[in-house]
Structures are given as C-alpha cells and as structure tokens.
C-alpha cells in the first residue's frame, strides 16, 4: 500500500483508480489509521496523516468501492473503533462503513426540476409503512412500485420521512445514527437515487426530511468521536454544556463550531446534488433555534447555520424547496431577509388545529365559519406555507386520523365520509401548498405506526373517495387549463354566515377566478354570494357528487348565472344550493 504525493481533497472515502483516499476529522486524536477488508482487518490498520485543523489523511492503494472498513482512533489509553461520520453507505447502524463510489450511479441524463410552488401538492409517506407486509420493513424499491398509482392520483411531489441510517429496522426515522447514509435497510444509496430518477420520471419531486437539531442518540458513531467531551456529554460534534439537551437526548450539534456546522452545510448539499433531490424539509427548527424548544433560550449559532445552509441552497438550487418544521407562525422562519432563517415555507398550525377543529366538532353549532377564515387568510405571502389536516405528526401517538376522530364507531360511515373529504378539498383550494398524508385518499383510519403498514385494500373499497382526491388534484393544479386561479395568491372573502355554516371564497392568479362555496352543516343549503363578476360559473366540482360514494347524496349544484347586482363588496350575486358537508369549485365558463 501507497499513497499518492498529492492528498486529493474531500472527507469520507474518495476512491479513484487504484485506491483510495479517507479523510477524517478528529482533532484530539494522538493518531488515526483506517482498517477494513482491504487490511484483513488488522488491528493496526493503515496508519493516516495528521493535517491542518485536526484532520487526518491517508490513500490506500487496493480499496475500491464495496470494501468495508473503519476508523481506528487513539486517544492517551483510549483505542476507539468509528463508522466514517461521512460514510453514503453503511453495513448497519453499528457496522461498518462501506467505500462508495458517488459518481458511479447512470443518472440516464435526469434534469428534472422542481414544479413551482403554486403548482406544487405534496403527498407524504414513510417508506417502511408505506408498502410494508407483516414481517417486512418495505423499502425504496417497493415504493417505487407505487408511483404509478401516485401520478395518477396527480401529485407531483413526495415527501419522504427521513432515510438516514437509524438504528434497528423500524423507525419514523428521526433518530439519524449515521446522517450521510441512506438506510440500508431501505435498500441504501443506489436505491434512493434509483427511486428519485424514477420519481423525476413519473413527473413527481421528491422532498426529504432531514434532521439537524439532534442526532441518535442511540447506534451513535459520532458521540465522543474521537474520544474527548466535557462534563460526559457528546464530544467535538455536539454542544458539551446545557445547550445539548433537546427531548430526544444530549445530541444537539454544536452549531458554533465551524467544522460542524460545515458537516451539516455538506450534508443538506449533498442530498440535492448527489441524490437530485428537489427540497429539504427541515425537522423541529424550533430545537435548532432555542435551546429549549419554548421559545426561550434563543441559540443565535442555530439561526446562523439556518441562515448559511438556506443561502447556499437558494444560490446555488433556485429551483429547490426548502421547508421548516417550526410549528410557531414565526415569519422571520420564512423570510431571507437579514435575521430571517430563510426557508421558503413553513408547515401551518395555524390551519390544520381550526379546521380539524371544524370537521371533528361533534355539533354543527360547534363549527366556527369565521375561525375558518382565519385559517384560510393565512399570511400575505401563502405559498410560504404548507396548508394540510394529516401529517405523521397529527395522526401518530394515539392522535387519530380524522376520518376515526369524526367517527370512532363508523370511520367509514357516511359523517366521516363526507366531513374527512371536506377537510381534504378545503386543504386543496385554500392558498398555500397543500400536503397529503399517505392513504389519505382512501380514507385510511388507523393512527400512524412505523410497524404497522397501510391498509391497501382500502384503495380499491373506497376507491371512488380516491377518485374525488385526484380530481381535486387536477383542480389545484389546473391540469385542464380551467382553474388557474386555484393556483393564484388573490384570496378574498365572498360570503361568511356563520348561523347557516356557509363560506364562500375567491382565488386569484392575475385575471383568473375561482369560486369556492362551502356548506359545513348537515343540511343542503341554498347560498346567495357575492361573485367576482357577471356571467356564467360552471361547476368544476363538487364532492358530494355520487360519483364519489355510495352514500353521498349526489345533491345537484347547477351551474350559476351571476348578475350584476353587487353583494358583500362584489360586483356581481349569485345562488347555488350546496350539499350537507360539501365543497363546490365553480370557474367562469
């Protein structure tokens, strides 16, 4: 074994004809030497290099892609046996880690790009439950044996559940034990690049989950890396004094330190670039910006790292998107403007608590018409927020899925039916991006588990429910080239009776109009609203439609002939009698 004169430049494994390079940083290491299957794992392994700012370096001639190797770090008495904290590919979460070749995948020429932002519905899915059997995990293979069926139901993005290596085979994923690796068993890096490029081929963007306001804590390489910490805690990646608690451990990153907040920068890059994924959603920001997740204890080195990774990507990908889960309405979290942390959108609890609230209230006097208005408003600016009544976390931990929150004795009766799918339109024809959650669609009833997998068969019992998703879908999009505005900023208020449960409302995108007209009680209604203008609005859709259920009342909304009698600060009135629990789009015709 040799090395090269030149050291090449990178960190992790770089292999190269006829060897390969490693890289590591570990600044309070007497000395380091890479061992793995190209040394028959000798104990003394292949000694590596000190270099500047506590890296250490070596070329070994003979390891090539698919050998398995690690890092043997000396510290005084200590003799510590590491996972490469950059490792894309990994035996296990407490294996080994494996030499990997990143530019070897046939990308087959994908350039996709991600859809713009008013264009874009989001489903999201986690891999394991998504298309797991009894006994079997599932993995990126099995789900892309579902993207079929996700184009047609017209999404054009999937949002995955984190896929970092974790540790044991079950996990929602937010407990990364070795970030830059995909989990093998989701089937590692090659599988999610496959997935991806079959995704971009389907026409659907595939946004990841990514965690950086903790890591493991349990399998963790990285903890103590190179042997020295303070007061016990994590060592050189890891905040070692009261800023490394968050509720999921002592695993904060040290956001300070400049070769940390460089592993985070290149890890969030590294999905994008390397795996050509469209957009990052950023999990629990708010333990990234306060130490104590109330909103006190304000860590200005989170909203710097923040700031720095969302600059770079929106420099470098302005086609990527960039979501925070932050859970307070902070606009500053949205905003790319000087103490602002720059993502472009933020997951909305400011709509998904109210109208949960009013498809779950047991009586229609309980259901607030306004409190819904004030849910769709929403920010000046909507596409920076992501509008939905499902997440993982909204169904998980005991919280029910809505259609068992409405019915809990009949989740598949008519009440829950017709109030879960309201939510579901709502969410679609309301501005901002709308997210689904996996089986959604088919009104999927049981509380999200990463061990306990989707129930298919609802697919096709409650396929026709499927079918007024996707057209909905194809509404929001305007697919047909008929509803634009679903598309647009414009929002304004047509009609509110907060006695009679009715809500009407407008969508704009330049001179494109769309009329949305809401009855959230268990009565038909006959609604008089003010329109946008004179004319004739045709139906595009409307979910009690027959079509959709056998036990919806397929209650007939014509179309409407506006006049030109100003009503409610429009030009033009019309009436429309609308359904029990019902949503109708209507469009100039």
């Known amino acids: 074994m040799s090395e090269h004169e030149t050291p090449l430049p990178g960190l992790g494994s770089m292999p190269h004809e006829g060897g390969t390079a490693f890289r590591v940083w570990a600044p309070n290491a007497d ?65 080994n880690a494996v030499v990997y070749d990143r530019d070897a995948f046939d990308w087959d020429g994908d350039t996709f790009g991600c859809p713009p932002h008013d264009e874009l519905v ?114 050189i990646y890891f905040y070692n004094d009261e800023r490394s608690s968050t509720p999921w451990g002592d695993t904060r990153p040290d956001y300070g330190r400049e070769e940390v907040r460089a592993y985070l920068h290149d890890n969030a890059l590294m999905w994008l670039e390397e795996f050509h ?62 103490g602002g942390a720059g993502f472009h959108a933020q997951w909305d609890t400011s709509f998904v608590h109210p109208v949960r609230g009013l498809l779950t209230a047991v009586d229609d006097s309980e259901r607030s018409m306004t409190g819904l208005v004030e849910a769709l408003r929403g920010a000046d600016e909507p596409f920076r927020r992501i509008v939905y009544t499902e997440s993982h976390d909204e169904v998980a931990n005991g ?96 009609h509110l009776d907060d006695e009679a449960k009715t809500l009407a409302w407008a969508r704009r995108s330049g001179d494109d109009v769309a009329v949305v007209v809401v009855n959230a009680s268990a009565e038909p209604k006959e609604i008089t609203s003010g329109m946008p203008s004179a004319g004739l609005w045709t139906v595009r859709f409307n979910s009690d439609a027959s079509t959709y259920s056998a036990l919806f009342a397929g209650h007939e909304t014509h179309d409407v002939e506006a006049v030109e009698e100003p009503t409610e600060d429009q030009p033009a009135s019309g009436s429309l009698s609308v359904g029990a629990y019902s949503l109708v789009v209507l469009t100039p015709a």
């Open 122 to 235: 989001i489903y999201e899915t986690h891999i394991g439950s998504f298309v797991a059997s009894e006994g079997d995990a599932g993995d990126l293979g099995g789900l892309a044996g579902k993207l079929g069926y996700l184009s047609e139901l017209g999404i054009n993005a999937i949002e995955l559940m984190p896929v970092a290596e974790f540790a044991g085979d079950y996990s929602w994923g937010y407990n990364p034990s070795n970030p830059f690796a995909v989990e093998s068993g989701y089937g590692g890096a090659d599988a999610l690049k496959g997935f991806v490029r079959e995704a971009h081929r389907h026409g659907i963007a595939v946004i990841l989950d990514v965690v950086i306001n903790h890591y493991g804590p349990s399998d963790l390489s990285l903890w103590q890396f190179d042997g020295w910490s303070e007061d016990g805690l994590g060592g």
């Open 31 to 95: 000395a380091v030497a890479v061992t793995g299957s190209f040394t028959d794992w000798s104990d003394d392994g292949h000694p590596m290099q000190a270099e500047e700012n506590g890296h250490w370096y070596a070329d070994v001639e003979g390891a090539a892609p698919g050998d398995e190797y690690q890092f043997v770090i000396t510290n005084g008495d200590q003799r510590l046996m590491r996972i490469d904290p950059r490792a894309r590919v990994v035996t296990n979460s407490s294996g």
């Open 399 to 494: 919280k029910l899925r809505v259609p068992h929150e409405i019915d809990g004795d009949d989740p598949g009766g008519w009440a829950a039916q017709k109030r879960a799918t309201l939510g579901t339109a709502i969410a679609l024809t309301t501005p901002g991006i709308p997210m689904l959650f996996q089986g959604q669609e088919f009104l999927e009833d049981e509380w999200f588990r990463d061990d306990v997998p989707l129930d298919w068969e609802r697919a096709e019992q409650f396929r026709d429910i499927v079918r007024l998703t996707r057209d909905l879908v194809r509404l929001r999009r305007d697919v047909d080239g008929v509803s634009h505005g679903l598309r647009g900023e414009g929002f304004e208020v047509l």
């Open 277 to 338: 994924l469209d957009g990052l959603r950023f999990d629990a920001t708010l333990y990234v910006r306060t130490i104590d997740g109330l909103g006190t204890g304000d860590l200005p080195e989170g909203w710097d790292v923040m700031r720095s990774i969302t600059s770079t990507i929106r420099e470098r990908h302005p086609d990527k998107i960039l979501i925070a889960e932050d859970l307070q309405s902070d606009p500053a979290i949205t905003s790319p403007e000087e």
